[in-house]
């Protein structure tokens, strides 16, 4: 994607760095920033430099990477990286490929490009197969990021939306703010203003209003895990829109690359739901919103079962929830 006429990826390697846009600092400022080691890499990940499920994976990718360069104990580096963020399926998929894959450092290093040119070209696949979903004059809502910062390049959700536009389709979009950490209001609004998609960003407790008043054509949301039976994890909030998109009779879409897909997960009930600080909650920046000695509580993630999901965007198609498993396991 294009950031002020220059073409970027979310994550690459250069040299032994790993390179990364420092996802907190946006949309006021843009900066990359260097981890020098997998340490660095893992901490990124758990603190949320970098986010969002496709770049989580490419970015564990070179992290692993890293360590085979550093001729650490590649066991303890992978129980790092690995335990940096539970949800996202593409995390171990990563490291477990490069492991795999690799005897030396030159191999995991070529392991992990594969990974995240693997990453741009199903994104990209993953616009075609959406890219009919797309009407003109469509207005979609979308929920969090699932963007090219959280993807490397394109994104699931909105890489159909950005074809669209490309191709000169008239398209909108509603975007949720996506409390606690806000990556609607900061990122897919900051992704949009840079291609010019018109969009605009909602409470998240909007979004039904606006089902509600017609003003929604179809959702699509990104996912951090699916699984065998078409339940999908994403962002907090996501389920609360599959449900009202349901009673509007609204279709909704799951957009996500099969490294997404955890046939180990035979259901949602499976899937690990990260757990973080209640100061997300307390606070908005610096300010605290809630009484002192409140409690609060802070899943990022939610599960979408199955039933509420219209189809999976993936690179080989469209396809509907309860065919996943006939789909991918062959
Ligand atoms: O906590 P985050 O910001 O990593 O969560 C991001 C999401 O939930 C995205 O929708 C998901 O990872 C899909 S990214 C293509």
């Given at each position: 994607m294009k950031v002020r006429g220059k073409n970027y990826r979310a994550v690459w390697m250069e040299g032994r760095d790993v390179v990364v846009i420092n996802q907190p600092l946006l949309p006021h400022k843009f900066a990359l920033i260097r981890l020098k080691n997998h340490r660095q890499t893992a901490n990124a990940i758990t603190t949320m430099i970098i986010r969002g499920a496709g770049t989580i994976g490419a970015t564990a990718g070179y992290g692993m990477a890293q360590a085979y360069l550093e001729g650490v104990d590649l066991d303890k580096a992978y129980q790092t990286l690995l335990h940096t963020?539970?949800?996202?399926a593409d995390l171990k998929h990563a490291l477990d490929r490069v492991r795999a894959n690799a005897k030396t450092p030159a191999e995991a290093v070529a392991v992990a490009e594969e990974i995240a040119d693997e990453y741009v070209e199903r994104a990209e696949k993953v616009a075609r197969a959406g890219l009919p979903l797309i009407k003109n004059g469509c207005r979609v809502l979308t929920h969090c990021n699932a963007g090219w910062l959280a993807l490397v390049d394109w994104g699931s959700a909105p890489a159909p939306i950005y074809l669209a536009h490309r191709k000169g389709r008239k398209v909108f979009v509603w975007v949720d703010e996506t409390r606690p950490r806000n990556q609607g209001a900061h990122y897919t609004s900051w992704e949009f203003m840079q291609e010019g998609i018109p969009h605009k960003v909602i409470a998240d407790n909007a979004g039904g209003h606006y089902m509600q008043h017609g003003e929604v054509d179809l959702c699509i949301v990104g996912a951090d895990r699916i699984a065998a039976n078409g339940d999908a994890a994403n962002k907090i909030g996501t389920y609360t829109k599959a449900v009202l998109a349901k009673e509007h009779g609204i279709p909704f879409y799951v957009a996500a690359p099969s490294?997404?897909?955890?046939?180990?997960?035979?259901?949602?009930?499976?899937i690990p739901i990260e757990e973080r600080d209640e100061d997300e909650v307390h606070y908005v920046g610096r300010e605290r919103i809630t009484p002192k000695g409140a409690r609060a509580g802070n899943p990022a993630f939610d599960v979408t079962p199955a039933k509420y999901i219209t189809g999976i965007i993936t690179e080989r198609g469209i396809i509907k929830p309860n065919q996943l498993k006939k789909v991918f396991s062959a």
């Open positions: 963020r539970p949800t996202a490294s997404t897909i955890d046939l180990k997960c035979k259901t949602g009930a499976d």
